[in-house]
């Protein structure tokens, strides 16, 4: 079939290889340069299937209103006059309930998982580089209360086939020797050994090189203005082209692969996509002395940070913005990032050499991704994966190129 993907960050990449595999010719439309310049351009470079876990829990309201008047909290939730955001706002206090979390938790791993093992068969395949490690990720806690909280979390997780192991403070020195000198506020860690980490913008650009050999067509500098439908299926895209001109892509499929601006090309059809956009941060550093800066993918729970060793980079990322589609900086947010690193690694990376970057991560009030056909038979979501995009990508490409060929994923997920 004839097959347009709306957006080329690592979602839309990895959907337009996996439907070229599958014999389909592929058309790949994004209003960038390039691939992965907006969400998948500098996130946290973890691919966490370990912490594939909801925002919405039954203790997230609580944290949420105590974090409302914190400028740097780790949510920050900014209310707008804005239906979409109440309406998400309301939905994500449903899936708070206590109920709802093992079924999120057993969907985002289930879906995690195959990702991980699709992204390890990808790698094996084509070769590509983008600074991966396969050391595992190690959380760490400064508060015995939330260390103890962790456990159970842990158990959770490992009942849903996750080997997330629990550490005492000498047990995470021992995996991270770089963190040494903060023994004294460290009162634990956990720890999953299979999980990775890697530049997914490299990869992502990579892979759509692979895709263009293979015959995928991009059509970069464009933009997708609206769907246009007709007798219940979309019959073409109305495009805007690098030189201004208006025009129209026709297809048998279109695949909506558009992160936090899926709703607006899908809603005037009546299709419901409830994702909204929480803007996250980064922080990059050049790394100065090798042997000081970490190796193993790290999160600090305190802070809710990741840190990636990405090559000769350090990348620090995390926090979000519940506050609609800005992405300008918040310099207190990127300072945020700057003195938690100074605190952490003051002589491994220069820090007056650092990079900040934001990017909107398209979330569903249950982290659970949307994924497969909607009410138009020939229309397809893939997106609202939040901060998981990384560790989702491949296996969301693959399955939703199973669904649209006819055939039933190879993993237990809840598909539109």
């Known amino acids: 079939m004839k097959v347009v993907v709306l957006g080329s960050g690592i979602i839309g990449t990895a959907s337009a290889w996996w439907l070229n595999r599958a014999g389909h010719d592929v058309t790949v439309v994004d209003r960038q340069f390039g ?35 914190q400028p740097d909290a780790p949510l920050l939730f900014r209310p707008r006059a ?8 309301l939905a994500f206090l449903r899936e708070c309930l206590p109920g709802r979390l093992p079924v999120n938790i057993r969907a985002l791993v289930s879906l995690a998982q195959y990702s991980r093992d699709t992204l390890q068969g990808m790698r094996r395949e084509l070769g590509i580089e983008y600074d991966h490690l396969q050391r595992g ?14 456990q159970k979390a ?14 005492s403070t000498d047990e995470v020195l021992t995996i991270e020797p770089a963190l040494a000198a903060h023994r004294r506020v460290i009162v634990g860690g956990d720890y ?43 019959v073409a895209v109305e495009i805007i082209d690098s030189s201004g001109a208006y025009g129209k892509l026709d297809a048998d499929v279109f695949v909506v692969a558009a992160g936090s601006y899926s709703p607006a090309l899908v809603r005037p059809l009546g299709v419901p996509c409830q994702v909204y956009p929480a803007k996250g941060y980064s922080a990059t550093f050049p790394v100065i002395d090798p042997l000081r800066a970490p190796e193993v993918s790290l999160t600090d729970s305190a802070h809710k940070v990741v840190i990636s060793r990405l090559g000769d980079r350090l990348r620090v990322a995390g926090t979000a913005e519940l ?30 050499k ?45 399955a939703i190129a199973d669904l649209i060929s006819g055939r039933r994923p190879e993993v237990d997920f809840p598909f539109l």
């Open 35 to 69: 691939p992965a310049q907006e969400t998948s351009f500098g996130n946290g470079g973890q691919i966490s299937v370990s912490y594939a876990e909801p925002w919405a829990n039954p203790n997230a309201p609580l944290k949420i209103l105590k974090w409302l008047t």
């Open 82 to 89: 804005d239906m979409h955001q109440w309406l998400w706002a």
């Open 137 to 150: 990720i190690l959380n760490f806690y400064r508060d015995e209360a939330q260390f103890e909280a962790s």
């Open 154 to 167: 842990a158990d959770l997780m490992r009942d849903v086939g996750v080997d997330r192991r629990v550490l």
């Open 192 to 234: 999953t050994a299979a999980d990775e980490s890697g530049d997914v913008h490299l990869f992502t650009q990579q892979l759509a090189d692979k895709a263009k050999l293979a015959g995928v067509r991009f059509r970069f500098l464009t933009q997708a203005t609206r769907l246009i439908a007709e007798g219940g299926q979309v």
């Open 323 to 352: 506050n609609g589609y800005s992405r300008a900086l918040n310099p207190t947010r990127c300072e945020a990032l700057t003195r938690l690193t100074r605190e952490l690694f003051p002589d491994a990376v220069d820090l007056d």
């Open 354 to 398: 650092v990079s900040y970057w934001s990017g909107l991560r398209p979330l569903t009030p249950s982290n659970v991704p949307l994924i497969g056909r909607t009410k138009l038979s020939n229309l397809y979501l893939n997106t609202g994966h939040g901060t998981l995009g990384w560790t989702m990508g491949c296996g969301s490409g693959r």
